[in-house]
């Protein structure tokens, strides 16, 4: 089946600091996105991305979908920031099903 | 893009009970989508809820275990039924608009 796999699986940052989130996906995706997943469980939606890159304020989102990979930048890194990011991608065909990455666990420390 | 209000937002509910879980949208959508996450895991799609016709079900899933309604364009209930503590999670619908659009979630704790 399809696999959309993220790293890394864990991350701890301290306030400040940057990082990249990394996202491969086994094959064409035409629906691409990054969601933050918060304490409370709630899922906001990041970036709606299938191709190119996007920026919105400290968080910016590259995907190159001929080499199945999409990555996603958070700079200058807050508490608020913690929590799970996840990527989803749509697969081709009369399925509108969206199939969730393993997820990446962002702590940041104060 | 579409807003979805999901209720309940948690509940801890009796093993061999049922619970209904309500999502309502504020646009006519043609799918709904159900999802699942295990404590500490990733989203699973449950099924997919279209209007009109029964819903489809994702392996591993089934429809005497999650029966969902779908009485109109902007409005789905998926039930847990016969609920066992495995069935703890957080339950999420989804709609295609703008990409994808969650609800907030039902926090679902089986004792």
């Known amino acids: 089946g399809i696999q959309v796999e993220q790293s890394p699986p864990d991350l701890i940052l301290q306030e400040g600091a940057n990082s990249t989130l990394r996202c491969n996906f086994s094959?064409?995706?035409?629906?691409l996105q990054w969601f933050h997943q918060n304490p409370w469980g709630q899922l906001i939606n990041l970036f709606y991305?299938?191709?190119g890159t996007k920026q919105n304020g400290r968080l910016s989102a590259t995907t190159v979908a001929t080499e199945r990979y999409s990555l996603l930048y958070i700079s200058s890194s807050q508490t608020t920031d913690s929590g799970v990011y996840f990527c989803?991608?749509?697969?081709?065909?009369?399925?509108?099903?969206?199939?969730f990455g393993t997820g990446t666990l962002l702590a940041v420390q104060p | 893009s579409a807003v979805i209000s999901q209720k309940p937002s948690r509940d801890i509910c009796q093993r061999g009970t049922s619970l209904t879980i309500q999502c309502q949208v504020d646009?006519?959508?043609?799918?709904m989508f159900w999802y699942r996450q295990q404590p500490g895991q990733s989203l699973t799609l449950i099924a997919t809820?279209?209007?009109?016709?029964?819903?489809?079900?994702e392996s591993g899933f089934v429809i005497d275990k999650f029966p969902i309604s779908r009485p109109n364009l902007t409005f789905s209930t998926l039930t847990v039924s016969n609920m066992s503590p495995e069935d703890s999670s957080i339950y999420l619908c989804?709609?295609?608009?703008?990409?994808?659009?969650f609800g907030s979630g039902t926090r679902l704790t089986v004792v």
């Open positions: 989804s709609v295609q608009s703008d990409g994808y659009t």
């Open positions: 094959d064409s995706v035409n629906n």
């Open positions: 991305i299938p191709s």
């Open positions: 989803a991608g749509r697969y081709g065909g009369a399925t509108n099903k969206l199939i």
């Open positions: 646009s006519q959508v043609t799918m």
């Open positions: 809820a279209n209007q009109g016709s029964e819903a489809t079900y």
